[in-house]
């Protein structure tokens, strides 16, 4: 039977604390979405498919105009996203490593990447995920560029195509890669017109005024900006992260076979995982009232 070790020392009670904030600080949709606690495995979420319309009343005590609120309601299902990571048995023996700072990093990295892949683009997401990401057709346009269009013409037509559904911008996500693009972007007189605080900082950063996240897109897509309503992306956390770490266990593949035996190859084995549920609402809006796309994508280094 699978033992584990002691470690009682090198990583601090506080681990799954950390390991989450450390992911929301990586994850583009952790950092952008609407965060929502999950009681259960499973939870009803009220949408709203009708907007309420209120009328002038004819005459001091005349009846009030009657309006509906149309709400449907929709399951979450929480997902489990896990790592496993294989330390060498000598980082624990040397005292002058630190272990937690080695493993927290990857391991959130790790989390940050499989949530937010899934989540913006589909990529090996849970059946009960929104199918193709928010970039596919049913919740995203995409800002076509014109001949001649800079990159912040093209990042404020996809703008524009979110603001055109009725719902204000309230973030972006990018991939790294366009940030070479948007820092070389020049006027007239060949002066930068983005400073290095709207492209590159230490901190949450901005681009035409509201927050952006850099992030990894995966190299098969075309579109590297993502822009949008982020509170119509709504992030269910029913278990933030936990983890198992064991000298025992054992690495296997789909199939079965012994990549890593932690007892034979002297290393120790640390396993995390959480469970998040995501749904993506339309919300009705004045201009779409059948339920309005929140979220536009855009090709800035093309």
Sequence with gaps: MAGSIDFSGIIPASVAGEIISIAAEESAVLTLGRRVPMPSGQQEMP????????????????????????VDMVNMKAEEVAAVITIPQAYIDDSS????????????????RALDTAVLFGTNAPASFPTGGITAAAYCQTAAGGAGEDAASIANEAMGLVEAEGLTVTGHTADIKAQAVLR???????????????????????????????????????????????????????????YAISDQAVVADG???????????????????????????????????????PFASAALTA
Excluded: C
Aim: glycine share 10%; no cysteine.
């Design 97 to 112: 490593i630190a272990l937690w700072d080695f493993a927290r990093p990857q391991i959130a990295s790790a989390i940050a």
């Design 184 to 242: 070389n972007l020049r006027d007239n007189t060949g002066a930068f017109l983005l400073g290095p605080t709207a492209t590159q900082s230490s901190g949450l950063q901005s681009f035409w005024g509201y927050p952006i996240v850099w992030d990894q897109f995966p190299a098969a897509e075309t579109e590297d900006f993502i822009t949008g309503h982020w509170p119509s992306l709504q992030i269910g956390v029913r278990q933030d992260v936990t």
């Design 255 to 293: 199939a079965g076979k012994v990549l890593v035996s932690a007892f034979q190859d002297n290393t120790v084995i640390m396993k995390a995982h959480a469970r998040f549920g995501v749904i993506v609402t339309k919300d009705p809006t004045e201009k779409v009232p059948a339920g309005a796309k």
């Design 47 to 70: 949408v709203q498919t009708g907007l309420p319309v209120a009328g002038w009343v004819a005459q001091p005590g005349g009846r009030k105009p009657f309006t509906d609120l149309s």
